[in-house]
């Protein structure tokens, strides 16, 4: 059992910034973030292959949006920087004790574990 825990998320103007973060209860491999707007599919954000350091973005959120893993604390980390209106939306951490296959990382269905999600509001 994997249980995650978001917190950090919170109503910012757009061109602001938010960290959110992630505790994890134990070590797995595969993390990433994702978000669901009402009304939109849940998109994947952020995914990061811990051992390797892989990482992969969503096109939505090159260039502003970072993942980071704590090497010493089973914490993960989305720094997210000129936020739009368009990100707004509810966040969630999820892990994957499956495996994820390249190119897959972004795909929720390789994910089996959920936190609860945290919000994130962006105002223009």
């Known amino acids: 059992q994997v249980q995650l825990a978001e917190s950090g998320g919170g109503s910012v103007q757009a061109g602001g910034s938010l960290t959110l973060r992630c505790d994890v209860s134990r070590y797995v491999n595969f993390l990433a973030w994702f978000r669901q707007a009402p009304g939109r599919d849940r998109e994947g954000v952020a995914a990061i292959k811990v051992g390797s350091g892989v990482i992969e973005y969503a096109d939505s959120v090159k260039g502003r949006f970072t993942i980071a893993k704590d090497t010493n604390k089973n914490t993960l980390y989305l720094q997210m920087n000129n936020l739009k209106p368009d990100d707004t939306a509810k966040y969630y951490c999820?892990?994957?004790?499956w495996g994820v296959g390249v190119g897959q990382s972004l795909r929720d269905s390789r994910y089996n574990y959920w936190g609860q999600g945290t919000q994130v509001t962006v105002s223009s």
């Open positions: 999820a892990a994957s004790t």
